[in-house]
């Protein structure tokens, strides 16, 4: 019998929201009290550029799951079975999803008789490698919307594809760098390509100290917060021809998870509607910008109707804080919910999206500012956004006027410039998941 309750255990309260928010279709680690509760469905972060090898393509990026410790044996980690993984895109301007890229999956478990992840003894040498007692396998859509928001039609890419497993240790997984390279496939009909699994958590801040009190600290003198810690990743590379409209060279984007509004905590069948409970579009907005009495209803309402926030993004509070008074900060809105005039603009409706220009050329590997347009690199963030563009110093430096004041960006920084580890030359281009046995890093095989 169906319970009234969401996966998981989630109380009444969150299918309640979702149901009374906007059923069409940001944020970063726990930005919200609701999807704090549901990990598996909780977005931590969402990247959009141009490929540097082949401009021709665009990287499509999000990651879930967060603050996932390597060592969390014998009950790992993985993508949520009922739930829908969505990058959703508006090619037009009227910030309307035109094309939605759907991702689902499925857990599969070998042998229900033991608690172990993989078996010993039986090194883990590929995806379907038997020793690999759990697995995910995953299928991708794309759907396609016409005038205002109808869906004409669906496209199915990829069906039961294997998802790169947990880095559970060299014992278990001997060369796990080449696992990561199996896990990259190709979409059907030239769509490009899809990988999905474990990796490093490419998000690097210095949480405790903004935590503590809002300090700002001396670059490069704070911790990584999330230094040592793995997130799942979803990775998409396609085709620029296949997502832009003629005449619209900027789109914009947000990552969404949904869930059916009733669940069966047992067997995971769901009945109800599909709403929205979380979408993700520029880093740190639902955390740093929304209050807390509205971070449920922001993560429920579609973007087209982000008007009702506008009071939050032209008088920031932690603006304020910085030292930056001054209002209405026009400037910030237009950074997060129109796009700036002559660099990644859609239109007038405000709307909170990840924006890129794809007119823009990528910048050479090696010559990219990490503070993108504010370090004179147009093609890092907020033009779309890189895993190697510092934002949290972007956004702060933002926030305490650097559009204003040229100064001001050698002066804000949350004392984190890089991530942990370095990120991959190959797609899906994050760094491998950290390993469950303290102090191991493998090494990709060449």
């Not at 008789?113 to 993989?118: C, M, V």
Request: glycine share 10%.
């Amino acid at each position: 019998m169906l319970k009234r309750v969401v996966t998981l255990g989630l109380t009444g309260a969150l299918a309640a929201a979702a149901m009374t928010a906007s059923t069409a279709a940001a944020s970063s680690h726990r930005e919200a009290p609701l999807i704090s509760n549901d990990p598996v469905a909780d977005l931590a972060d969402t990247f959009m550029w141009v490929d540097q090898k082949d401009p021709s393509k665009i990287n499509l990026l999000m990651t879930a799951n967060p603050l996932e410790n390597p060592a969390d044996a014998p009950n790992y980690y993985g993508f949520g079975q009922n739930v829908r993984y969505q990058f959703n895109i508006d090619n037009n301007g009227d910030a309307r999803t035109d094309i939605t890229y759907r991702v689902t999956f499925r857990t599969h478990v070998r042998n229900k008789g033991t608690f172990l992840y993989n078996i010993p003894g039986n090194p883990v040498t590929s995806l379907n490698d038997p020793g690999l007692n759990v697995y995910q396998t995953y299928n991708v859509d794309r759907l396609n919307y016409g005038r205002r928001g109808r869906l004409i039609g669906t496209v199915h890419l990829a069906k039961n594809q294997l998802t790169v497993p947990n880095n559970v240790g060299p014992a278990s997984m001997p060369d796990y760098p080449q696992l990561v390279k199996f896990g990259t496939k190709s979409l059907g009909g030239g769509a490009g390509k899809v990988w999905a699994g474990q990796t490093d958590d490419p998000f690097f801040i210095g949480l405790g100290d903004i935590g503590d009190s809002l300090q700002v600290k001396p670059r490069g003198t704070a911790k990584d917060s999330l230094g040592g810690m793995n997130v799942q990743a979803l990775a998409l590379q396609v085709p620029k021809s296949r997502v832009v409209k003629e005449g619209h060279p900027t789109i914009g984007m947000y990552a969404e998870t949904e869930r059916q509004a009733f669940t069966n905590e047992l067997s995971g069948k769901g009945r109800g509607d599909w709403v929205q409970i979380e979408r993700l579009g520029n880093p740190l907005v639902n955390e740093v910008l929304i209050p807390l009495g509205q971070k449920d209803h922001w993560n429920h309402v579609d973007p087209r109707s982000d008007g009702q926030f506008d009071q939050f993004f032209l008088a920031p509070q932690l603006a304020a804080a910085l030292g930056d008074t001054h209002t209405p900060r026009n400037d910030i809105l237009a950074i997060l919910e129109t796009g700036l005039p002559g660099l990644n603009k859609t239109g007038s409706i405000h709307a909170e999206l990840l924006r890129l220009n794809t007119s823009i050329a990528p910048t050479a590997p090696g010559k990219e500012s990490p503070l993108g347009v504010l370090g004179g690199d147009l093609a890092g963030f907020p033009n779309g956004r890189r895993p190697l563009d510092d934002v949290t110093d972007i956004e702060l430096q933002a926030l305490a006027g650097a559009t204003d004041t040229p100064a001001i960006p050698n002066s804000v920084s949350d004392g984190v410039q890089r991530n942990d580890e370095s990120f991959e030359t190959l797609f899906p281009y994050l760094a491998i998941a950290q390993s469950g046995t303290a102090g191991i890093h493998q090494v990709p095989t060449p």
